[in-house]
């Protein structure tokens, strides 16, 4: 079946660092690509999405880029703060589809 | 205020005690859907909802149930919990009826099962 992998599974950054995570997904029919971001004891909330028609999008210190060939896609997170800290989901829908298929998550510790 | 809420936030049951954990949202959003979150598998969905009284299987289905009758409700009941069912369950909507938009996600709810 469909299925998304993320890497890594957990990241630890230094404050004003960078950070990466990378997802690759199955399903080639999938041409919606939203991160959620996850605080502890809250409930996952969108930060950027990005559909297949476009290869890159950014939203102030954070950006998501989508390779459809390679059916990779990742998001960066440019000079990291404390407040960063959290879980981060990618997740991936194909065209017309009503399935969502989500990462297992990346656990990311932005250190002061 | 636009939100999804769930209740209860916290239950501890026993097995075989039928329960239903309950979803609304006053966005009228189309699209409504279940995920359990459990330590390194991330979101997995159990059902989706593209419209009243239209619903469909996700990827971990068994030993649930769904029903909307109502565009702004979308109950989910596990009609004989295990303990393989202890969770934390998130409903969610999204305006369109398909997936591929936004989803809005509730406060989550945290199920035990004895």
């Known amino acids: 079946g469909e299925n998304v992998e993320q890497h890594p599974s957990t990241l630890s950054v230094q404050e004003g660092d960078s950070a990466v995570i990378k997802c690759t997904y199955s399903d080639s029919a999938s041409n919606y690509f939203p991160w959620y971001k996850q605080e502890l004891g809250k409930r996952p909330q969108l930060i950027i999405d990005i559909r297949s028609n476009v290869g890159e999008k950014k939203d102030q210190r954070i950006a998501v880029t989508l390779n459809k060939t390679a059916k990779h896609f990742s998001l960066h997170i440019t000079e990291t703060q404390p407040e960063d800290s959290a879980v981060y989901f990618c997740?991936?829908?194909?065209?017309?589809?009503?399935?969502?298929?989500f990462g297992a998550g990346t656990r990311l510790f932005v250190k002061a | 205020e636009a939100q999804v809420t769930q209740n209860p936030r916290y239950l501890i049951t026993v097995t075989g005690k039928k329960l239903t954990v309950t979803c609304s949202q006053n966005m009228n959003h189309e699209y409504m859907s279940w995920y359990r979150q459990d330590p390194g598998l991330g979101l997995r969905q159990i059902y989706y909802s593209m419209n009243v009284e239209v619903t469909d299987k996700g990827d971990v289905p068994e030993g649930y149930k769904v029903s909307r009758k109502e565009k702004r409700n979308f109950p989910l009941i596990l009609e004989s919990p295990s303990p393989n069912q202890t969770s934390l369950y998130f409903c969610a909507s999204s305006l369109s009826r398909q997936g591929a938009y936004e989803q809005y996600f509730g406060p989550g709810t945290r199920l035990t099962v004895t």
């Open positions: 997740a991936a829908t194909p065209t017309g589809g009503f399935k969502t298929i």
